[in-house]
């Protein structure tokens, strides 16, 4: 089993930055894709960014520029650096870690994170 904490969120004013951590932990397991994903009242949830172990990132469009997506392979965490905040950003972010056990390969999901942007 593989557990996943996240932290980072608050409320931020718009064009303001704020920054998400995560970090995956438990016995024996290897570190796939890790990403964000977010959800807004009355919506569903939705990609953020990805990156794999190798680096290789993918943003939304609608985050595209604004964030980072980053991972450290060694700590087993991953960040996302949100900058030029929007109202539209505001949501329930939740990391996602995709790891192989021995079992299998399964997708394991953070408690979320509440980011407001308003003023």
């Known amino acids: 089993q593989v557990q996943v904490a996240e932290s980072g969120g608050g409320l931020v004013q718009p064009g303001g930055s704020l920054r998400l951590s995560c970090a995956a932990s438990g016995p024996s397991f290897l570190l796939n894709v890790m990403g964000w994903y977010r959800q807004a009242p009355g919506k569903q949830r939705e990609l953020v960014a990805t990156?794999?172990?190798?680096?290789?990132?993918n943003y939304a469009e609608s985050v595209q520029g604004r964030f980072t997506i980053s991972r450290d392979n060694a700590r087993k965490t991953v960040a996302l650096q949100m900058s030029s905040l929007k109202p539209e950003d505001t949501a329930v972010y939740y990391c996602?870690?995709?790891?192989?056990?021995?079992?299998?390969?399964?997708?394991?999901w953070g408690q979320g994170t509440q980011v407001t942007v308003s003023s």
């Open positions: 990156i794999t172990s190798g680096g290789s990132t």
């Open positions: 996602n870690v995709r790891a192989t056990v021995v079992s299998g390969r399964y997708d394991y």
